[in-house]
């Protein structure tokens, strides 16, 4: 047998494509596939938040605040009690039972956890200068409940960390990729939910208070502090000079007086001190 | 400018594609314009896949020779097979490694025999190993080995 080598042209071995086209065409489809699986959780949510009855949210926020580690707070409860008292007969809050509870952590935030249990971190009370900012501040927590936030929020979160389980078992760079692509998304949504908040808390403390002086105080001390250099674009929350524009926009539109603000009382402070001694 | 700063692990997520996009098919490149032009020099070399007979006092002397070649993927091949991994479909984005590694391993295997003065490679074999892993592990870079080796033989002088 006689050997004849041969210049073998071209390469069946590999395929002749442009790789960048195929990494659009793939990144696109997840993309795609993630949004709609998204859109289509958010719709079942919101079909069942509705539905959820209340006695299965006690039960689920019982649990909820129990990985928490809040200590019950009756400064904090008896404020909260007071701005329920003047909510309409009709509320659909009425179903639920409320209770405050404090944290210790420096975040500056507070929870609206299912079942009624809204928890405050205690680095938002040092913030936290007058009566009406912490009403304004419980009163934009009861708002989440209106809506029921709280159990959408749960449902599309859940959906999301099961979607992204899921994904991550066969590969986890491609699908936070993804996910940060479509995080703008997720945003948007939740930001609507916190102005809704904002406006039925500009409104309880009308009601609790006569007027709505320090309604927006607390964003404002916020903003301040901040300075202009945070982007709010992909933020669950939306920026404070946003949620000023709007709780003042509010207040201008239902004519509601503005007066001066009750000092903050001494008994909210008093965890902090006891932490010291 | 802020935004910038906010999304950095973003940014440098997109940093790292591009350059695993620009260094990969830079060094792809040169590779296979190294591979042809070894190719083209050693085509002369005969390898064939049989186990050859050869007819009594024709064989001097024969013995092993082996090429082996380590190659790694970059991180834009590696996002790309990931996506496809979950579609699933042809990697295409593997092919070409494969292929480079098979090929550099055989070319290594020949200037091996032509070294030891062999004149004819028989019985040529290819294995093929994955090494750091799993290739999709996250923090890993997946890289392919394959070894090629056979039989040189040298022939008497007639």
């Known amino acids: 047998m006689k050997f004849t080598p041969l210049e073998i042209e071209g390469n069946v071995n590999v395929s002749q494509t442009k790789p960048i086209a195929e990494f659009v065409w793939l990144a696109g489809e997840l993309v795609l596939l993630v949004v709609g699986a998204y859109l289509l959780l958010g719709l079942a949510t919101d079909l069942l938040a509705a539905r959820i009855p209340v006695a299965a949210e006690t039960w689920l926020g019982s649990r909820s605040l129990a990985s928490f580690h809040g200590a019950a707070n009756p400064a904090l409860d008896r404020r909260l009690q007071e701005l329920i008292s003047r909510l309409p007969a009709d509320s659909p809050l009425r179903r639920y039972r409320f209770s405050a509870h404090l944290l210790e952590s420096d975040t500056v935030n507070a929870v609206a956890l299912p079942g009624g249990h809204i928890l405050v971190f205690s680095g938002l009370l040092r913030k936290v200068q007058s009566e009406n900012e912490l009403a304004m501040v419980l009163a934009h927590e009861l708002g989440h409940y209106v809506h029921r936030d709280h159990v959408r929020g749960l449902g599309r979160g859940l959906g999301i960390a099961m979607a992204a389980q899921l994904l991550m078992g066969s590969d986890s760079s491609a699908t936070e990729f993804v996910s940060r692509l479509t995080l703008p998304l997720f945003a948007r949504y939740s930001q609507a939910q916190e102005q809704a908040a904002d406006a039925f808390a500009v409104d309880l403390i009308r009601s609790r208070f006569g007027h709505a002086g320090g309604a927006s105080d607390f964003f404002g001390r916020l903003h301040n502090e901040e300075g202009e250099s945070r982007s709010y674009i992909l933020a669950s929350h939306p920026s404070p000079q946003d949620r000023i524009s709007r709780i003042s926009d509010r207040i201008a539109k239902r004519r509601y007086p503005v007066r001066p603000t009750l000092p903050l009382g001494r008994d909210v402070l008093q965890p902090k001190a006891e932490k010291k001694s | ?158």
């Open chain 2, 1 to 158: 400018m802020d935004i910038l700063l906010e999304n950095m692990d973003l940014i440098i997520s997109l940093g790292v594609i591009m350059i695993g996009y620009f260094a990969g098919s830079a060094a792809e490149r040169k590779h296979y314009t190294s591979i042809k032009k070894r190719e083209k020099e050693t085509l002369g070399f005969p390898v064939v896949t049989a186990e050859a007979y050869f007819a009594d006092g024709r064989v001097k002397e024969s013995f092993m020779v082996s090429g082996s070649v380590v190659i790694s993927m970059d991180y834009f091949k590696r996002l790309l097979g990931n996506l496809r991994n979950l579609f699933g479909g042809r990697v295409k984005a593997y092919e070409s490694l494969i292929d480079r590694a098979r090929r550099e391993a055989i070319l290594r295997m020949k200037e091996e025999a032509q070294m030891m003065g062999g004149d004819m490679i028989t019985n040529l074999r290819l294995d093929t190993s994955t090494l750091t892993g799993s290739a999709n592990r996250r923090s890993q870079i997946g890289s392919v080995e394959v070894i090629a080796y056979g039989t040189a033989v040298v022939f008497n002088q007639e």
